[in-house]
T-cell receptor
Framework: EAQVTQNPRYLITVTGKKLTVTCSQN?????MSWYRQDPGLGLRQIYY???????DKGDVPEGYKVSRKEKRNFPLILESPSPNQTSLYFC?????????????FGPGTRLTVT | LAKTTQPISMDSYEGQEVNITCSHN???????ITWYQQFPSQGPRFIIQ???TKVTNEVASLFIPADRKSSTLSLPRVSLSDTAVYYC????????????FGAGTRLFVKA
């Protein structure tokens, strides 16, 4: 089944404790992206990647890191999480040819930083 | 990236056709228009994408006038399960595939 998977789905952590949220897709998509969604602020793009070793900042990259060492994986790293990073996070992927905005989204990761 | 403007919310009844219009006055020549649907606590789901004129799939139709400064998502015969937030996005290779979601339109379908 074609899908985007994220782990963990739920995470409660403390300020300053480094964490990684994994994202993997099995559709051989070139494009991958991370978003956060907050009430009243909608969906905002954090980082995106056009292909392996190619990443770029979205609208809200501060406090986050990403890497794209393999085509299928695009982990989101919070080196020193803070309470304002409490949010619902989505990973997405798509082709870059044909239908470049047909993004497939993962199920989401609900992160709470205390 | 072109800014988009949609109605904040809409109400409808089951069985009616719903049309949601999105304005994107600054759309670039190479930009596509894409619509997503999102249910609470779920990731957005792709509905339809178009470049010009009309596109239809098994779920919806997308109407794009010749000047491409607006677009209309048409949902035929909505049901209660179509209650969701609908987002219009505009962009493409020119913007490096950076993606900006607007506030979306909250559609509420009543019985």
């Amino acid at each position: 089944e074609a899908q985007v998977t994220q782990n963990p789905r739920y995470l409660i952590t403390v300020t300053g404790k480094k964490l990684t949220v994994t994202c993997s897709q099995n559709m051989n998509h070139e494009y991958m992206s991370w978003y956060r969604q907050d009430p009243g602020l909608g969906l905002r793009q954090i980082y995106y990647s056009m292909n392996v070793e190619v990443t770029d900042k979205g609208d809200v990259p501060e406090g986050y890191k990403v890497s794209r060492k393999e085509k299928r994986n695009f982990p989101l790293i919070l080196e020193s999480p803070s309470p304002n990073q409490t949010s619902l996070y989505f990973c997405a992927s798509s082709l870059t040819e044909g239908a470049p905005y047909e993004q497939y989204f993962g199920p989401g990761t609900r992160l709470t930083v205390t | 990236l072109a800014k988009t403007t949609q109605p904040i919310s809409m109400d409808s009844y089951e069985g009616q056709e719903v049309n949601i219009t999105c304005s994107h006055n600054n759309i670039a020549t190479n930009d596509y228009i894409t619509w997503y649907q999102q249910f609470p606590s779920q990731g957005p789901r792709f509905i339809i994408q178009g470049y010009k004129t009309k596109v239809t799939n098994e779920v919806a139709s997308l109407f794009i006038p010749a000047d491409r400064k607006s677009s209309t998502l048409s949902l035929p015969r909505v049901s209660l399960s179509d209650t969701a937030v609908y987002y219009c996005l505009v962009g493409g290779a020119t913007g490096g595939f950076k993606t900006i979601f607007g506030a979306g339109t909250r559609l509420f379908v009543k019985a």
